[in-house]
């Protein structure tokens, strides 16, 4: 276990599809993030679990977003009915004190 | 809430020379940390540099080294001897002390030539 892994690289989808991804952490890391990154821009925080309670979400995470982190181990992100504006990279890290380690991200397009 | 800026969309270098990245981030907090990430084509955020606002001595890492003035809240990045591996897109980031989540700027592309 080398680093935070990301399935699938990349996604492409049809709009008002459903689509999940999925983070495994570094094992021995107890913090698990989700970011989201649009074209050009630096990444913006989604959601934060410390073991498998989700203890803080931002308000970019609409209605149609969901996390779970069932075991506290590895993390799932799901889309509901995407729309266009949902296209981005979603990074996800992990980390045991103050210092994240990220992955390299699920890039998806919604056509 | 914490807000992070980065003025230069795209720095260019010679290789071997030298560039630096300007940030500037406001917060009331007094105890935090600030980051310089680095994101290559293959994506992945890297950690390249770390601060911790308490300390008043700059971080350095091998050709990496910051510039950070607390109360002007600037938080500069220098890439000595820029080698064609630099090339990447450069994040700074805010990390309030025991707090849950990073802050990121725009981004600035540094591009290093050969």
């Known amino acids: 276990d080398t680093g935070v892994s990301q399935d699938p690289r990349h996604k492409i989808t049809k709009r008002g599809q459903n689509v999940t991804f999925r983070c495994d952490p570094i094992s021995e890391h107890n913090r698990l993030y989700w970011y989201r990154q649009t074209l050009g821009q630096g990444p913006e925080f989604l959601t934060y679990?410390?073991?498998?309670?989700?203890?803080?979400k931002s308000r970019l995470l609409s209605d149609r977003f969901s996390a779970e982190r069932p075991k506290g181990s590895f993390s799932t992100l799901e889309i509901q009915r995407t729309e266009q504006g949902d296209s981005a990279m979603y990074l996800c890290a992990s980390s045991s004190t103050d210092l994240p380690t990220f992955g390299s991200g699920t890039r998806l397009t919604v056509v | 809430a914490q807000t992070v800026t980065q003025s230069q969309p795209e720095m260019s270098v010679q290789e071997a020379e030298t560039v630096t990245l300007s940030c500037t981030y406001d917060t009331s907090e007094s105890n935090y940390y600030l980051f310089w990430y680095k994101q290559p084509p293959s994506r992945q955020m890297i950690l390249v540099i770390r601060q911790e606002a308490y300390k008043q001595q700059n971080a350095t890492e091998n050709r990496f080294s910051v510039n950070f003035q607390k109360a002007a809240k600037s938080f500069s990045l220098k890439i000595s001897d820029s080698q064609l591996g630099d090339t990447a897109m450069y994040f700074c980031?805010?990390?309030?002390?025991?707090?849950?989540?990073?802050?990121f700027g725009g981004g600035t592309r540094v591009l290093v030539k050969p």
């Open positions: 679990f410390q073991n498998e309670a989700q203890l803080e």
């Open positions: 980031a805010f990390l309030k002390a025991a707090g849950n989540k990073l802050t």
